[in-house]
């Protein structure tokens, strides 16, 4: 392809996708009632076939539920949630009790991953590195790939209501020990009502033989979505996890609000990364996802180490903090992120790093770009307890500004009861550089691939924390996610 | 919610009481200000850890019972020294108020210039109840936070400084506030009013200590307003006993191309807080707050700043340093916002503690939000412990520990405190710091003679 074709192709790219995610897959669906009662969680619990102890404990979460009030102190704007208007369960009726191999897969659905650019058979994607995808669809687990081959060296990937049936000691023991069901509202609601999502175990002294990822997709309407996600890696392991989210256009918002719990042991490595994409509404700001997620690592062992990776550039509204609680000494907690909102969509997202083990160390970098009319803020909370002797921190935040009718918050909360613990916190907003932006022109560049390339200079430093291949989508989904944004 | 309640109905118990003795009761004017000053107290009440501005300070448990307030025989407690700041070399320009009362035979107006007003509030509302009123009833709106709403309504001191168009005061001003010595705990709310009209130049150290050692309540609040093209450097020094509460409000509007600049010195004090609002009205304006808090024992210093940039081309910049000793807590609230439009702000803002023990704690929270684009804003917040390698440095030169240690913390303080643009102020608050210092500083001197 000559250059001028390149350009041209690559022009293209920028203005032809719009959000191209926001088809509909036209399948039968088998719901619950619409609504939220003690007979849904029961009935969720029935669809699931699940023990005695796990129903408890979602009634136990939906009674709390009904004492919580709404939280108030988030910066987001949203009018209140109706939560009787909404699917709690919904599932492709062709799944039955849960597709036994690839082969029972309703290639309706096959086709909707193919079309996500995931393809659920177990094929070997860019550049020769394979990948196990756990495809959820609705409220449940459609797919699982590699399953076989990651079993080969003790590693669990399935969905979690098949967990549920295999290990249940395993979960028993961890899940809600991360995020209890006390937390907050929508952890709350979450642990009443979860559906599905992916559970991993990583035995010890284990390397996972390749990438986990999961690829969570609402595709029914009024729906709203709970996984929940537990990885638990054991003393000396590995496991790198990518979740990646789509949703259909929607007038109406739908709420996602799902549980993330990830448990390191002595010396054990998680490194979590998620490209969120979710549907975030149309130019008016009419539609879109709810994301409000719960998500949590416990550094539980002695230097072990949580990394979370975010590119967050769908949703209506984010709303979400991946932390880390740093409790074995040496542990290491990292937060990379970049949250790209748009139009109207609003965000508010940050981590927390509460150190409590000695030597402890975290490092947040957060890169902001607002454009349109979208207002996004940092938050975030640096803890430094007293046991949390020789702990450092180092946090940047930096914000970039496209436009005079977006806005950039930054609020960190940055808590010293130690003296020997260092905390080191820098933040700048500024706007895009016009020196930059005329060099580019002035080469030939239109001004929103120019927009593009400086905004993934900017974001440069996360980028890299990404896996290869996502990082590949994520750099042109920076481009895509500020399409309109100028003039 | 029921113990809010609790906190707020004796302050408001004590105001039906007090009320008909306030100064100016017969102003109709003042009155309603200060009637709606009691009913937003009532609606918004004592804050709590919950009021998400107050998150870090605790207010101790109070019962505002066992404070009076203040009446004219504690004005004539004895005081040994007048806790003057500045030398007296300069017949220097002063009011000293003890418990509130404003003490003449300790006070010398001399010296004032032309051009200057310069007396305690309840004199200014006599004299010219005009001009107070048209400074107070435009702000009965504004107070979103109790405390400062509890002082409109009992406002009962304070002084009023006024500088007219275009005068230049090239000496600084003192005002000393000394509390304490009374036979019971005191509460009082000085209400200062600080007009320097258009293009005109003022310097005003504002001074607070305690006589003895015994407990007060001071909850002041200062009206500032910096005409266009006029520069205030307003500092205050607090050296308050450790029994004392100081809570203290500044808020400050600047106009165009006028800087208002203030340094506050925070040493001692049982729980100090002081909220800086500044809304910078005017293209051109500039403000500098900054401060430096050394804080041992359970003391507790709290700075909390808002700036709103209002309009486009304005500047702020902002630097706190602490020392935090013993159980002591340091929190910073900073809080620049942009609004919409306000192109070109340049805002920077800078909050560094320095630990001596594990037991003190330090909490900053600096925010931005931001709502215009052309804007260059930034923050840093470093907390930390002395730094080894610097004092293995000195100690490798002979110099002894505990020596060393000060010139540490000396050497931490003084980059805020070279924000302070007036040499004077900034070289007897240097020696203020010197003197917070553990004792074996004081072989500072000798020590780089021999």
């Known amino acids: 392809m000559s250059g001028k074709a390149q350009t041209i192709e690559k022009v293209r790219e920028f203005t032809d996708e719009k959000y191209k995610y926001g088809f509909v897959t036209d399948i039968e669906t088998e719901s619950a009632p619409k609504g939220l009662s003690e007979d849904i969680v029961r009935f969720i619990s029935a669809k699931k076939n699940e023990p005695e102890w796990l129903l408890e404990s979602?009634?136990?979460?939906?009674?709390?539920?009904?004492?919580?009030?709404?939280?108030?102190?988030?910066?987001?704007?949203?009018?209140?949630?109706?939560?009787?208007?909404?699917?709690?369960?919904?599932?492709?009726?062709?799944?039955?009790?849960?597709?036994?191999?690839?082969?029972?897969?309703?290639?309706?659905?096959?086709k909707t991953y193919e079309k996500l650019g995931i393809p659920l058979f177990e094929q070997e994607r860019l550049s020769g590195i394979p990948i196990a995808v756990d495809a959820v669809f609705d409220s449940v687990s459609v797919a699982t790939t590699f399953k076989a081959k990651l079993e080969e060296s003790g590693v669990i990937f399935c969905p979690i209501s098949e967990a549920i049936q295999r290990c249940p000691e395993l979960v028993k023991k961890y899940m809600g020990s991360v995020v209890p069901y006390t937390d907050n509202k929508h952890a709350c609601l979450n642990s009443a009502v979860f559906t599905d999502g992916s559970f991993v175990y990583?035995?010890?002294?284990?390397?996972?033989?390749?990438?986990?990822?999961?690829?969570?997709?609402?595709?029914?309407?009024?729906?709203?979505?709970?996984?929940?996600?537990?990885?638990?890696?054991?003393?000396?392991?590995?496991?790198?996890?990518l979740e990646g989210c789509t949703a259909p256009m929607r007038d109406e918002n739908q709420l996602h609000a799902a549980i993330v719990e990830l448990i390191t042991m002595d010396d054990a490595e998680i490194k979590y990364s998620t490209v969120q994409n979710w549907y975030p509404g149309d130019a008016e700001g009419k539609g879109g996802i709810y994301n409000f997620v719960t998500k949590r690592g416990l550094c539980k062992g002695k230097n072990s180490k949580i990394s979370w990776t975010q590119v967050e550039t769908g949703s209506a509204i984010?709303?979400?903090?991946?932390?880390?609680?740093?409790?074995?000494?040496?542990?290491?907690?990292?937060?990379?992120?970049?949250?790209?909102?748009?139009?109207?969509?609003?965000?508010?997202?940050?981590?927390?790093?509460?150190?409590?083990?000695?030597?402890?160390?975290?490092?947040?970098?957060s890169k902001g770009i607002s454009a349109g009319k979208s207002d996004q803020m940092y938050r975030g909370l640096v803890r430094m307890g007293p046991k949390a002797v020789g702990a450092r921190n180092y946090t940047q935040c930096d914000s970039l500004l496209v436009g005079d009718q977006c806005g950039a918050h930054t609020v960190p909360y940055i808590e010293t009861k130690n003296k020997s613990a260092v905390v080191e916190h820098e933040a700048t907003t500024s706007k895009i550089n016009e020196e930059q932006l005329f060099y580019l022109r002035q080469r030939g560049i239109p001004t929103e691939a120019a927009i593009a390339l400086v905004v993934n200079g900017f974001c440069r430093e996360v980028l890299q924390q990404l896996p290869m291949e996502f990082a590949v989508e994520a750099q042109k989904l920076v481009g895509i996610s500020l399409e309109g944004s100028v003039g | 919610m029921v113990m809010q309640i609790n906190a707020t109905q004796p302050f408001v118990d004590q105001f039906d009481d007090v009320q008909s003795r306030l100064p100016g009761a017969k102003l109709p004017w003042l009155e309603a200000f200060r009637k709606a000053g009691i009913e937003k107290f009532s609606k918004i009440g004592v804050p709590t850890i919950k009021t998400e501005a107050w998150k870090y300070t605790r207010l101790p448990n109070i019962d505002c019972k066992e404070f009076r307030s203040a009446n004219l025989e504690d004005g004539q407690v004895a005081v040994n020294a007048v806790a003057k700041f500045l030398p007296d070399a300069l017949n220097q320009v002063r009011l000293v108020y003890v418990n509130g009362i404003i003490r003449p035979d300790l006070s010398n107006l001399i010296n004032l210039p032309d051009g200057v007003s310069f007396e305690p509030l309840t004199q200014a509302l006599k004299n010219d109840p005009e001009f107070i009123e048209s400074q107070l009833s435009t702000e009965e709106l504004k107070y979103d936070q109790g405390?400062?709403?509890?002082?409109?309504?009992?406002?009962?001191?304070?002084?009023?400084?006024?500088?007219?168009?275009?005068?230049?005061?090239?000496?600084?001003?003192?005002?000393?506030?000394?509390?304490?010595?009374?036979?019971?705990?005191?509460?009082?709310?000085?209400?200062?009013?600080?007009?320097?009209?258009?293009?005109?130049?003022?310097?005003?150290?504002?001074?607070?200590?305690?006589?003895?050692?015994?407990?007060?309540?001071?909850?002041?609040?200062?009206?500032?307003?910096?005409?266009?093209?006029?520069?205030?450097?307003?500092?205050?020094?607090?050296?308050?006993?450790?029994?004392?509460?100081?809570?203290?409000?500044?808020?400050?509007?600047v106009g165009k191309d006028a800087t208002y600049e203030t340094f506050n010195v925070a040493i001692g004090g049982r729980l100090s807080r002081t909220e800086t609002r500044v809304r910078l009205e005017g293209r051109g304006a500039h403000c500098n707050l900054s401060g430096a808090y050394m804080m041992r024992g359970r003391e507790h210093c709290d700075n909390t700043t808002i700036v709103d940039h209002l309009v486009p081309d304005t500047t702020a910049r902002e630097v706190f340093?602490?020392?935090?000793?013993?159980?002591?807590?340091?929190?910073?609230?900073?809080k620049l916002i942009v609004h919409k439009d306000a192109q070109r702000t340049n805002g920077h803002q800078l909050s560094r503690a320095l630990l001596l023990s594990d037991r003190a704690e330090m909490d900053a929270k600096p925010e931005l939000e931001i709502y215009a684009d052309d804007v260059k804003c930034s923050h840093g917040a470093t907390t930390g412990q002395i730094d080894e390698n610097a004092l293995f440095y000195l100690r490798s030169r002979g110099v002894p520990e505990a020596l060393a240690r000060n010139l540490l913390i000396q050497s931490f303080i003084a980059e805020a405190l070279e924000e302070i643009s007036d040499e004077n102020v900034r070289e007897a608050i240097a020696s203020l710091v010197v003197h917070w210092l553990p004792a074996q500083c004081f072989v500072a001197d000798e020590w780089v003679q021999a």
């Open chain 1, 202 to 241: 990583i035995p010890k002294g284990v390397k996972c033989p390749m990438e986990l990822s999961t690829y969570f997709r609402i595709n029914a309407e009024n729906t709203g979505q709970f996984e929940r996600t537990l990885i638990i890696a054991e003393e000396g392991s590995y496991v790198s996890y």
């Open chain 1, 58 to 110: 979602r009634l136990k979460a939906y009674r709390h539920w009904l004492t919580m009030p709404e939280p108030e102190w988030q910066k987001p704007n949203f009018p209140p949630i109706n939560y009787q208007d909404s699917y709690y369960y919904s599932a492709p009726k062709s799944v039955g009790d849960g597709p036994q191999s690839l082969d029972e897969v309703d290639p309706e659905i096959l």
């Open chain 1, 318 to 365: 984010t709303w979400k903090y991946p932390s880390c609680i740093l409790q074995g000494d040496n542990s290491v907690g990292e937060f990379y992120s970049i949250a790209i909102t748009n139009n109207h969509q609003q965000a508010d997202t940050g981590t927390k790093m509460i150190h409590l083990g000695k030597n402890t160390t975290s490092r947040i970098i």
């Open chain 2, 321 to 334: 340093k602490g020392v935090l000793d013993d159980e002591a807590r340091g929190v910073f609230q900073g």
């Open chain 2, 147 to 253: 405390f400062s709403a509890l002082n409109a309504a009992m406002m009962e001191s304070g002084t009023v400084f006024r500088v007219a168009k275009g005068v230049q005061v090239k000496e600084p001003i003192e005002i000393v506030y000394m509390n304490g010595g009374t036979d019971e705990p005191i509460i009082r709310h000085p209400h200062n009013v600080f007009v320097l009209e258009a293009g005109s130049q003022a310097t005003l150290v504002k001074r607070h200590a305690g006589i003895a050692t015994g407990a007060y309540f001071n909850n002041a609040v200062t009206e500032i307003v910096v005409g266009d093209g006029a520069i205030l450097k307003h500092y205050t020094v607090q050296t308050d006993c450790v029994e004392a509460i100081h809570l203290s409000t500044v808020n400050v509007r």
